[in-house]
Nanobody, 120 residues
Framework: QVQLVESGGGLVQAGGSLRLSCVAS????????MGWYRQAPGKQRELVAT???????NTADSVKGRFTISRDNAKNTVYLQMNSLNREDTAVYYC??????????????WGQGTQVTVSS
């Protein structure tokens, strides 16, 4: 089994910053990619940013220039630095990882989500 645990969410004023962290643990042989998605009330879950094992990143246009994804492969951890937050960034943020387990199974795993609320 693989577990993803997010942290760092909370309440912040518009224009402020937050840093989300997500640690993957369990029966992990390797991680192909890690990323962040978000889901606002009444909306579908959407991609925020992803980081592959080769260091390639993909960032949604809506957050480009404000959010930065990074990884610490040694710690199986992915971060999301969020700057210049606005009310439209309010959502539950989910960590995602594509993992090869020690039983040689490849799968996609999700964290439980962390709430980010931006007040005006």
């Amino acid at each position: 089994q693989v577990q993803l645990v997010e942290s760092g969410g909370g309440l912040v004023q518009a224009g402020g910053s937050l840093r989300l962290s997500c640690v993957a643990s369990g029966s992990i042989l390797s991680i192909y990619a890690m990323g962040w998605y978000r889901q606002a009330p009444g909306k579908q879950r959407e991609l925020v940013a992803t980081d592959t094992s080769g260091g390639n990143t993909n960032t949604a246009d809506s957050v480009k220039g404000r959010f930065t994804i990074s990884r610490d492969n040694a710690k199986n951890t992915v971060y999301l630095q969020m700057n210049s937050l606005n009310r439209e960034d309010t959502a539950v943020y989910y960590c995602n990882a594509e993992v090869l387990t020690r039983s040689a199974r490849r799968g996609t795993y999700w964290g439980q989500g962390t709430q980010v609320t931006v007040s005006s």
